[in-house]
């Protein structure tokens, strides 16, 4: 069965989706936590079953698809791709169990599985070909949840959503055909494959252009300012489980992807646009989260967060170091876990008060004492808190910029204070004071089914901001090969010395000392 084990994980939720269709509906939700729940379990064998000491792809699956063209069925994962499927199947199961949607729930429980499968074969494929079909369909089930169970904007903000990220994988596309082409003329054969992709080395004049075709399809995925205008309304309009699964695993694909492609692809282009890029990843963090701070909708306040903690992300990706690459796919994973709770925390309020104005709250700490705790919990792990989830990818993002910019690194650890002065701005004005609204006062507290969704997510924040080393360790020795396949792929003089030669006894030890 583990021969199989990344086709079941992608198919089996589609197979029970398409079952589910002669599901009562009084069964429904029972039928979509039965099936959640045994695709995370099947998630957690894969992480039982995986080698954390091979950096290389395990589980790797391969049949031919269309053969003249080198499209094959061609499936792998690293320490950098597992994590974020356990985390995809792990959102899915809490989405799916803490449903408090009335309208087409049946509906809505076949689109979350169909979301999965779609998910699960991005961070699993390694032919581009495969990889662009299910990044693409992934787009269909979000329009439909945004667009079906949205708010009032819901059809503005789906098309926004749609448009946006669609016309970023088209250039993306034309990127892809191009690299089958370049490897076409090396060696006289069609493949899509992204690990023979990966023994090309091409002139640097032709590594800027595809590294910003890629680019542009990434960072609309991101989104990195400035194409992150999509992202508000998407949140803003969508049903509580849209925003949680949007910004937990969708928002994750884009700087996945810059690993899996940019970086081992381009190196040379990867190093030129350092720089730049780290720029806009400064403006991310600072200028989203100076809009955070003056939203008065709570749900706005978090979706800002999001971007403004993607900004750090994108600067750990280029550090192009063992730790700040590392550390942004840790950080991806705290990401995911923190923004998905902040969204489920905002729907629990929202099913209550039927609002998101925090001048419609105030004084919800003596109401809901225990709703008041996890949020309060969960807004410091947002911050970079020590001992939580978000610090430790935080703290490796910026050590790993920091060998390559001293003065961008204090740039960016400057701008993440922001944050925290925008969390607990928003953090008072909704919990602390006099209750001066008299609905406020009879609110229930969250009950034992919200609970069942959220400690969990507290325990990972805390038991991986405490001791991270089963998660970084696998992590850590994958993005190693992807370093050192940089720098004996990079040409110039520059991408030689921006890039550590890991094969080095002191690069080696680089990643011992941070920890």
Do not use: C
């Amino acid at each position: 069965m583990l021969d199989h084990i990344l086709s079941i994980l992608i198919f089996f939720p589609a197979l029970a989706a398409m079952l589910g269709f002669v599901v009562t509906k009084d069964s429904m939700r029972a039928y979509g936590i039965a099936v959640a729940f045994v695709e995370f379990v099947l998630s957690l064998w894969l992480w039982y079953a995986y080698d954390p000491m091979i950096s290389g792809m395990q589980f790797m699956e391969s049949a031919p698809l269309i053969k003249s063209f080198g499209i094959s069925y061609l499936l792998g994962i690293d320490g950098i791709s597992l994590f974020i499927i356990i985390l995809s199947t792990f959102f899915t199961l809490l989405g799916i169990a803490s449903l408090t949607e009335t309208r087409h729930v049946k509906n809505l429980i076949i689109t979350l599985l169909f979301l999965e499968m779609t998910m699960v074969g991005v961070f699993a494929a390694l032919d581009a070909i495969v990889f662009y079909v299910f990044w693409e369909l992934s787009l269909v089930p979000m329009l439909y949840i945004i667009g079906a169970w949205g708010g009032a904007l819901r059809i503005y903000a789906s098309v926004k959503f749609f448009l946006y990220t669609f016309t970023g994988s088209l250039v993306m596309l034309v990127g892809m055909l191009f690299m089958a082409y370049f490897y076409y003329q090396a060696t006289g054969q069609w493949s899509f494959s992204i690990l023979e992709w990966y023994r090309l080395i091409l002139p640097e004049n032709f590594q800027l252009w595809l590294f910003a075709a890629f680019f542009i399809g990434f960072a609309i995925k991101v989104p990195m300012f400035p194409f992150h205008t999509w992202l508000p309304y998407a949140h803003g309009q969508a049903p509580t489980i849209g925003s949680v699964i949007l910004a937990a695993i969708l928002l994750k694909m884009g700087t996945y992807a810059f690993i899996r492609f940019s970086l081992p692809l381009f190196p040379d282009a990867s190093v030129y646009f350092m720089f730049p890029i780290a720029i806009i990843a400064i403006i991310m963090i600072i200028y989203t989260a100076m809009v955070a701070y003056a939203q008065e909708d709570i749900k706005q306040v978090v979706a800002y967060s999001s971007i403004s903690h993607m900004g750090i992300i994108i600067l750990g990706t280029f550090a192009l170091t063992v730790e700040g690459v590392s550390g942004s796919v840790f950080l991806m994973i705290g990401h995911g876990v923190v923004s998905g709770a902040l969204f489920l925390l905002v729907g629990v309020i929202y099913d209550r008060r039927h609002t998101k104005l925090m001048s419609e709250f105030g004084g919800l700490a003596s109401v809901m004492p225990r709703y008041a705790t996890i949020f309060g919990i969960m807004m410091m792990a947002s911050v970079g808190l020590p001992l939580t989830i978000n610090f430790v990818g935080e703290f490796l993002s910026l050590l790993g910029f920091y060998k390559q910019s001293h003065m961008i690194t204090l740039t960016a650890g400057t701008a993440i204070i922001v944050g925290a002065i925008y969390m607990l701005s928003a953090y008072k004005k909704a919990f602390f004071g006099p209750v001066t609204n008299e609905e406020n006062r009879n609110l229930k507290d969250v009950n034992r089914t919200e609970m069942l969704g959220l400690i969990p997510l507290v325990i990972v924040a805390i038991w991986l901001g405490v001791y991270p080393k089963p998660v970084l360790e696998p992590i850590n020795n994958s993005v190693e090969s992807v370093i050192q396949l940089m720098h004996d792929k990079a040409q110039s003089q520059e991408a030689k010395a921006r890039i550590p030669n890991l094969s080095d006894v002191s690069g080696m030890n680089s990643m011992q000392e941070a920890h």
